[in-house]
T-cell receptor, first 112, second 116 residues
């Protein structure tokens, strides 16, 4: 089945140690999104790609970076994780014209 | 800026009964989309239903239907014949299309518990 896959599902990192989260899709969608979702809160958009065009949200910390080497893969890099970065990170994809976003299962990041 | 408000943090319903989740939004846009997403415990978020603002007819997907009141900026979700599998957090979301993309602006969510 076509889907959005996130690896790993659970990630533990140390304070200040860089970490990379991965997202892949078999839907061939041209838009990919990264959201941060803290416990019992709404997802908050960090950035998105339309093809290779990168769009950063104004309030996304500089600590967060992203790469999209091809249509299928997108990575979230957290350069120096702080305790406040502990959260669920959701990847989503979409394509026109319905604008429906398809979400992956998320990666739960713990910072120790 | 657009905002989405879900005024019910938690709700519960007996199995087989009907429940309505509320959502209001604020926008000056005329062309937009509204969504309800479901996030079951420890499972991924999935789309429940979508409404285009230019359509007057309320969207329906099996047991799920919406009451879209554009003038009142209200977008409630009705779940009929509730099932245990409907237990989840429900997010109302607004999107203004920007070309082929659009940013979802989520409400705070409503946790729904379906009781046997």
């Amino acid at each position: 089945d076509a889907m959005v896959i996130q690896n790993p599902r659970y990630q533990v990192t140390q304070f200040g140690k860089p970490v990379t989260l991965s997202c892949s899709q078999t839907l061939n969608h041209n838009v990919m999104y990264w959201y941060q979702q803290k416990s019992s809160q709404a997802p908050k958009l960090l950035f998105h790609y339309y093809d290779k065009d990168f769009n950063n949200e104004a309030d996304t910390p500089d600590n967060f970076q992203s790469r999209r080497p091809n249509t299928s893969f997108c990575f979230l890099d957290i350069r120096s994780p702080g305790l406040g970065d502990a959260a669920m990170y959701l990847c989503a994809t979409s394509t026109g014209p319905t604008y429906e976003q398809y979400f992956g299962p998320g990666t739960r990041l713990t910072v120790t | 800026a657009q905002t989405v408000t879900q005024s019910q943090p938690e709700m519960s319903v007996q199995e087989a009964e009907t429940v309505t989740l509320s959502c209001t939004y604020d926008t000056s846009e005329n062309n937009y989309y509204l969504f309800w997403y479901k996030q079951p415990p420890s499972r991924q978020m999935i789309l429940v239903i979508r409404q285009e603002a230019y359509k007057q007819q309320n969207a329906t997907e099996n047991r799920f239907s919406v009451n879209f009141q554009k003038a009142a900026k209200s977008f409630s979700l009705k779940i009929s014949d509730s099932q245990l599998g409907d237990t989840a957090m429900y997010f109302c979301a607004f999107m203004k299309p920007e070309g082929n993309t659009g940013k979802l602006i989520f409400g705070q969510g409503t946790t729904l518990q379906v009781k046997p």
